[in-house]
């Protein structure tokens, strides 16, 4: 019960990260939603970086309710796939299919290219180099859950 706790308040910190950044975003995200490309790239980024960083066995080891804020809630609430997915679908339904290609496109390849940048630096940082081939997300909670 408790770690629900901690997603919860991790998501509230996220959703209103998110929403700012959005707000902020809105005058380039006029046609291409700019600010959720964005946005899923700071937070693949974050996820990547702070799971590496952060395993039990490295160098800055956090408790696992930590993680859980963090990785399921804090960038679960910050991170926007389902917002991404709408505005893809809106783009798609208004006749933009290259617009929404390149939405696809982009938040993919810089999400995937992202998360592998704060992992090898957070692997960096903190982990020891034979224990970088380990999976980041260490418990199914955070498998299943970002």
């Known amino acids: 019960m408790l770690q629900t706790l901690f ?7 996220g959703s209103v990260g998110r929403y700012w950044f959005a ?6 995200s006029r ?4 600010g959720t490309i964005c946005l899923n790239i700071i937070g693949s980024f974050a996820i990547g970086f702070f799971g590496s960083l ?5 160098k800055f080891p956090v408790p696992e309710p930590a993680r859980v804020f963090f990785m399921v809630g804090v960038c679960g609430g910050f991170t926007t796939f389902s917002s991404f997915s709408l505005q893809t679908l809106d783009l798609l339904r208004g006749g933009a299919v290259g617009r929404a290609l390149l939405n696809v496109g982009l938040s993919v390849t810089f999400c995937l290219l ?8 957070g692997a960096h940082l903190g ?3 034979a224990q970088l081939s380990q999976s980041v997300a260490q418990t199914a909670i955070e498998e299943e859950a970002s």
């Open 114 to 121: 992202a998360v592998a940048a704060g992992y090898a630096l």
């Open 23 to 28: 707000i902020a975003a809105a005058s380039i």
């Open 127 to 129: 982990a020891a180099p």
């Open 7 to 13: 997603v919860a308040l991790g998501g509230a910190v």
């Open 54 to 58: 952060t395993l039990s066995h490295g």
């Open 31 to 34: 046609n291409l939603p700019w």
